[in-house]
C-alpha cells in the first residue's frame, strides 16, 4: 500500500476507536445504561447520572487532547507533517 | 454606591475594552477580516471558541432548564460538548488543510458545482439568522433587565459596540474580542457558583460539591433534593428522565451533529496556524466551555435546593409570605417570580400538584440570575454577573454575523456573481454586507417573528441534515459526487423541515400545523427538536443511493480529497480565485 494510504488507514483506526469511546461514555453509560448504572454510587453521585451530567464532558476533553497527540506522532512517523 | 452605579460602571468598563480591542485589531486585509490573518494561537482562539459557542443561553438559561428537568437536562449538557469530539476528528483538520476562507467554499469546491455551494449558502443563512435572533433578544433583556434602559434602546447600544468591532476588525476584531469576553462570562460564571457550593457543602469547587454531603451534616446534596422534591410530588431529580430514553438519546445525537455543523463555529478553525492547531484548538475550546458547563449542573441542582429551601424552610412549615427574604422580592417586582396565595393561609405552598401549587411563575432564567443575591454576595459580583451575560449575547452575536457576511461577500458576491472584483473591492463589500447583516439582525431584535421561540430547533436541525453530512461524506467518501450531496442535503432539509413544521406549524404559525404537537403522534416519541439526527441519516442514504447511481467525480476533485487527508503542504488560508 502506498505511504497515504496506510497513513489514512490508520487515521481511520484511531478515529473509531475514539468515536467508540465517545459513543460508549455519553449515550451508553449516560442514557442507555443509565438506570443499571445508577445503582452504583460514586461519592454523593449515582453513576449513570454523574456520566450525563459530568463524566462524559471529561472524557471528550482527554479524547480530543489523546487524539491530537496521536496524530501528531502519527504525522512524524509518516512524515506528512507540515 | 448603589447596584445600579455600579452596574454601569462594570459594564462600560467592559464595553471600553471591547472598542479598545477594535481600534486596536483593525482588519487590513480580506485574510484578515475572514481568518484573522490565519495566525491564531490554538489555545487563543479555543478561547475565542469557547466565548463564540456559549451564548445567552448557555449563560443565562441552561441552568435553570436544568434545575426544573434533572436528570432531562443532560441531553444539553451532553449535546452542546460532545459536538466538538466530532469537530476535532471529522471536520476541523481537514478543513483546515483545504485552507480556504468559508464552509459554503468548500462545499462548491468538493462538490464542483455552484449550485451546491449556493445551496450551503442558504442553509447557513437560514441557520445562522434563526439562530442570531435569539441572541439581539438576550441582550435587550439584559439591558433592560440589569440597567434598566429601555429594550429597544439596550438593543441599540448592543448592535454599535457589535457594530464597531465587528465592522472594523472582521475576524481578527471579533476573535481579540472574544477572548476578552471569555474572561468576563466565566469569571461572572464560576464565582457566584464557588460561593454557593461553600455555603452548601463547605466544597469550594462546585463539581464536587455536586457530589458531597450537605454542609453539617451527612446526607448528599443529591439525596437531599431527590427527598425534597419526591416529598412534593415532582419526579425524583437524578432519574427524571426528558419524555424518553430514545428520545434523550435522539436529542442529544442532534444537538451533537447540530454543533459540529454550524458554520459560526467552524470557521473559528480556519484561524489556526496549521492542521494539528485544529485538533488541539477543538479540545481547549471544549476545555474553556467544559469550565461552564460542568458548573452548569452544580448551579442547577443547588439553586433548585435554595429555592425549595426558600419556600420550605423546614419540612412542613411553608415560607410565610410576608416574612420572604429580599432576593425573592427583588424578583418579584421583575415579574419573572410570581405567588398566588391560593388558601390565603399567609403562606406559600410548593407542590407538583397545579391546584395546590402557589409558586405560580418561577421562570429559568432566575435560577443564575438570583445566585449572587441568594449567596449573599456583594453587589459587584451582581453588577459582573450582568457583565457575564452580555458578553455571551455579544460574543455569539458576531460569531454568527460574520459567518452571514462572509457568505455573503465570498461566497454569493466574490464566489459566483462577481468573481474579478478585487481584493480591496472585496474588503469593503465584507464591511458593508457585516453593516447589513447587523441592521437585519438588530430589526429581527426589535420585531422579534412569532416564530422566534421555535427557530434553535431549526438552527440545529438544518445543521445536522444538511451542513454536517456534506462536509463529512466530502472528507471521508472519495466517491461523493455532485449530485449524492445536493439530493442529500435536499432531502435532509426538506425531512427535517417537515417534521418540524407538520408539529409547530409552518414557520411555526400554530395553527397551521397539521399533526399537532402532541406526543402521541411523535414518530417513535421523538420531540420535534430531536429530529435533527433522522434528517442527518436521511442525508446520509440518499447522498450514497444516487451517488452509486451517477457517475465518479473528476480525478481533480478525488486528488482533491487525497490533498485534505494529510497535513503535509498546507499554507495559510488562502483565496486562490
Redo the contacts between chains.
Keep these: 500500500m502506498s505511504k497515504?494510504t496506510t497513513?489514512?488507514a490508520a487515521?481511520l483506526r484511531l478515529?473509531a476507536v475514539?468515536?467508540t469511546i465517545?459513543f460508549v461514555v455519553?449515550?451508553g453509560f449516560?442514557?442507555?445504561l443509565?438506570?443499571p448504572l445508577?445503582e452504583i454510587r460514586?461519592?454523593?453521585?449515582?453513576l449513570g447520572?454523574?456520566f450525563?451530567?459530568?463524566g462524559?464532558?471529561?472524557v471528550?476533553?482527554a479524547?480530543?487532547?489523546f487524539?491530537?497527540f496521536r496524530?501528531?506522532k502519527l504525522?512524524k512517523q509518516?512524515?506528512?507533517?507540515? | 454606591m448603589t447596584l445600579k452605579t455600579l452596574t454601569y460602571i462594570v459594564v462600560g468598563l467592559t464595553f471600553l475594552l471591547y472598542i479598545g480591542i477594535a481600534v486596536w485589531a483593525r482588519a487590513g486585509s480580506t485574510k484578515e477580516f475572514y481568518v484573522a490573518g490565519g495566525g491564531i494561537n490554538p489555545i487563543a482562539n479555543g478561547m475565542a471558541t469557547a466565548a463564540d459557542w456559549m451564548s445567552a443561553a448557555s449563560f443565562i438559561s441552561m441552568a435553570g432548564l436544568?434545575a426544573f428537568m434533572g436528570?432531562g437536562?443532560?441531553v444539553f449538557?451532553?449535546g452542546w460538548?460532545?459536538g466538538?469530539?466530532l469537530l476535532?476528528?471529522?471536520l476541523a483538520?481537514y478543513l483546515r488543510k483545504f485552507g480556504k476562507f468559508t464552509v459554503p467554499e468548500f462545499i462548491g469546491d468538493r462538490y464542483y458545482s455552484k449550485a451546491a455551494r449556493i445551496v450551503a449558502v442558504v442553509c447557513l443563512i437560514i441557520a445562522s439568522v434563526t439562530y442570531v435572533i435569539g441572541q439581539m433578544k438576550g441582550i435587550g433583556v439584559a439591558f433592560s433587565r440589569f440597567l434598566e434602559v429601555d429594550y429597544d434602546l439596550g438593543l441599540s447600544i448592543g448592535m454599535a459596540i457589535v457594530f464597531f468591532y465587528a465592522v472594523m476588525g472582521g475576524m481578527k476584531g471579533i476573535t481579540y474580542t472574544q477572548i476578552a469576553q471569555y474572561c468576563v462570562l466565566i469569571l461572572a460564571y464560576t464565582i457566584p457558583a464557588i460561593f454557593i457550593s461553600l455555603n452548601l457543602t463547605g466544597n469550594p469547587i462546585p463539581?464536587l460539591g455536586?457530589?458531597?454531603?450537605m454542609a453539617g451534616t451527612d446526607v448528599?446534596?443529591?439525596?437531599k433534593l431527590d427527598a425534597v422534591v419526591r416529598d412534593l410530588g415532582f419526579a425524583e431529580y437524578?432519574?427524571n428522565?426528558r419524555i424518553s430514553?430514545t428520545n434523550?438519546?435522539m436529542y442529544?445525537?442532534s444537538l451533537m451533529i447540530g454543533t459540529a455543523g454550524l458554520p459560526h463555529v467552524i470557521i473559528r478553525f480556519f484561524t489556526v496556524p496549521?492542521?494539528?492547531d485544529a485538533?488541539?484548538s477543538?479540545?481547549w475550546a471544549?476545555?474553556f466551555i467544559?469550565i461552564l458547563?460542568?458548573t452548569a449542573?452544580s448551579v442547577a441542582a443547588m439553586a433548585r435546593l435554595n429555592l425549595m429551601s426558600t419556600i420550605e424552610p423546614t419540612a412542613g412549615e411553608y415560607m410565610r409570605y410576608e416574612q420572604r427574604p429580599d432576593w425573592v422580592r427583588n424578583w418579584e417586582r421583575t415579574g419573572l417570580l410570581e405567588f398566588t396565595d391560593k388558601n390565603n393561609d399567609g403562606r406559600i405552598q410548593y407542590s407538583a400538584d397545579a391546584t395546590v401549587n402557589e409558586l405560580t411563575k418561577v421562570d429559568n432564567d432566575i435560577m443564575v440570575l438570583a445566585n449572587p443575591e441568594i449567596a449573599g454576595l456583594p453587589n459587584w459580583v451582581i453588577a459582573l454577573v450582568a457583565a457575564g451575560g452580555l458578553a455571551a449575547a455579544l460574543s455569539t452575536a458576531a460569531g454568527l454575523l460574520l459567518a452571514i457576511s462572509s457568505a455573503i461577500s465570498h461566497d454569493l458576491l466574490k464566489g459566483v456573481l462577481k468573481p474579478d472584483i478585487s481584493e480591496k473591492q472585496e474588503l469593503m463589500a465584507s464591511r458593508i454586507a457585516m453593516a447589513g447583516a447587523i441592521a437585519a439582525a438588530g430589526y429581527l431584535g426589535f420585531n422579534p417573528p412569532d416564530f422566534a421561540a421555535g427557530t434553535v430547533a431549526l438552527a440545529f436541525g438544518l445543521a445536522a441534515s444538511s451542513i454536517f453530512p456534506a462536509l463529512m461524506m466530502g472528507i471521508f467518501s472519495k466517491r461523493m459526487n455532485k449530485q449524492g450531496a445536493i439530493a442529500g442535503m435536499l432531502a435532509g432539509i426538506s425531512v427535517t423541515l417537515l417534521y418540524v413544521f407538520q408539529h409547530k406549524g409552518v414557520m411555526f404559525i400554530e395553527s397551521t400545523s397539521f399533526l399537532g404537537d402532541l406526543s402521541p403522534n411523535w414518530f417513535f416519541g421523538i420531540e420535534p427538536n430531536a429530529f435533527g439526527a433522522i434528517g442527518a441519516i436521511v442525508n446520509f442514504t440518499v447522498a450514497f443511493g444516487i451517488s452509486s447511481m451517477t457517475s465518479a467525480p473528476p480525478q481533480e476533485v478525488q486528488d482533491l480529497v487525497?490533498h485534505i487527508?494529510?497535513?503535509?503542504?498546507?499554507g495559510a488560508a488562502l483565496a486562490d480565485h
Design positions: 497515504p497513513y489514512w487515521n478515529v475514539c468515536m465517545w455519553s449515550f449516560g442514557i442507555i443509565v438506570e445508577n460514586l461519592g454523593g453521585f449515582k447520572f454523574w450525563a451530567q459530568q462524559s464532558i471529561y471528550f476533553v479524547l480530543i487532547f487524539y491530537a496524530m501528531k504525522d509518516f512524515s506528512v507533517e507540515e | 436544568i436528570y437536562g443532560s449538557l451532553m460538548t460532545g466538538y469530539v476535532a476528528m471529522l483538520p463539581q455536586l457530589g458531597s454531603t448528599f446534596l443529591l439525596d437524578t432519574t428522565a430514553l434523550m438519546f442529544t445525537m496549521k492542521v494539528k485538533r488541539s477543538a479540545g471544549l476545555v467544559a458547563y460542568t449542573p487525497e487527508r494529510v497535513p503535509a503542504g498546507a
